[in-house]
């Protein structure tokens, strides 16, 4: 089912161009990555989208329904997190909950609001003032306020900003457990490592313009083998067939060959292999990866000069 569609979206401003032909789409139970420079139109596609600025051209679904039409109705089931959040430091983050819960007519009770706290990791700040959260434990509770009324459609923008390596992983579990009952995600930000992680799908626009979109193992090139790499070992496997993680090991004679099962995190993958008795000295992978995409289509001086 489809959340939210995009399709050829056109914005002005008096008679300059700020969007063209943007086309995007997420569905149910999927995270999307939206990138671009800065400066590409990523925070103006959202506002169109949600139709807080007006669009020249092109058509959008949100929810099933034209926010142009009915805004307040799809608002209610959709959260986001924006780049900049407002925060009321004298709040506590459980007052806070409740504050804008109060303001999509929502009663909560405390045990709610404590639950959306937990669920990002803040369970033990109940009651903590915001002027003495960090700037990760803001993005938390951003990110707890983007899930209030349990929506079927998250936009979050730079949803691991501020996080250190212990948060930005909590968040990912998260976000890929509400994308498995359902949920549908599409993500702003900058960190490429995020969208490998998470995504199967990403759209990347410059100069407010749709460069691509697609499954990332696709637009990667799918015949480079994104998901292969070359292992370089000290000593032969003791055994290649039983590691966790890998769909295909085989010899060329001088390296290892290694096919990883979808949505295998490389790192799990090499851990578990230096646990099986694999003496790993090189790996390299085979495919060109989504920076090698990413840095070639918005290499603004190549694109003017083709």
């Known amino acids: 089912m489809d959340l939210l569609t995009i399709d050829h979206l056109s914005v002005w401003i008096g008679d300059r161009p700020i969007l063209s032909n943007v086309t995007l789409n997420v569905v149910a139970g999927e995270i999307v990555g939206l990138l ?11 506002a169109a989208a949600l139709g807080l600025i007006p669009r020249r051209a092109g058509s959008v679904n949100v929810l099933g329904t034209d926010p142009d039409r009915a805004r307040s109705s799809v608002y209610r089931d959709l959260g986001i997190l924006p780049e900049q959040n407002g925060f009321y430091d004298w709040m506590s983050g459980d007052e806070y909950l409740a504050f804008f819960a109060s303001l999509r007519g929502e009663e909560v009770t405390p045990a709610e609001t404590a639950s959306w706290l937990a669920t990002v990791g803040l369970g033990p700040t109940k009651g ?27 936009i979050l923008d730079e949803p691991t900003n501020g996080l250190d390596p212990r948060g930005r992983h909590e968040v990912h579990e998260l976000l890929r457990a509400l994308a498995a009952r359902g949920t549908g ?8 490592d995020d ?35 070359r292992l ?24 290892w060959v290694v096919d990883l099962d979808p949505g295998a995190v490389a790192d799990a993958v090499w851990r578990n292999l230096i646990c099986a008795g694999w003496r790993v000295e090189e790996i390299r992978s085979e495919g060109r990866g989504l920076e090698s995409l990413y840095l070639s289509l918005t290499d603004l001086p190549k694109r003017k000069a083709a």
């Open 185 to 192: 995600i599409l993500m702003c930000t900058h960190l490429l």
């Open 195 to 229: 969208v490998e992680r998470l995504c199967r799908r990403v759209a990347v626009i410059a100069e407010g313009r749709t460069l691509v979109e697609g499954p990332i193992a696709e637009l990667a090139g799918a015949a480079a083998h994104p998901d292969r790499y």
């Open 36 to 46: 671009g420079p800065n400066g590409a139109g990523k925070s103006t596609t959202i």
């Open 232 to 255: 370089r070992l000290s000593a032969a496997p003791p055994n290649a067939g039983a590691v966790e993680g890998l769909r295909q090991v085989k010899s060329d004679g001088e390296t």
């Open 128 to 154: 903590q003032r915001i002027g003495t959260y960090s700037r990760g434990m803001r993005q938390r509770l951003g990110l707890a306020r983007a899930l209030i009324g349990d929506p079927q459609l998250l």
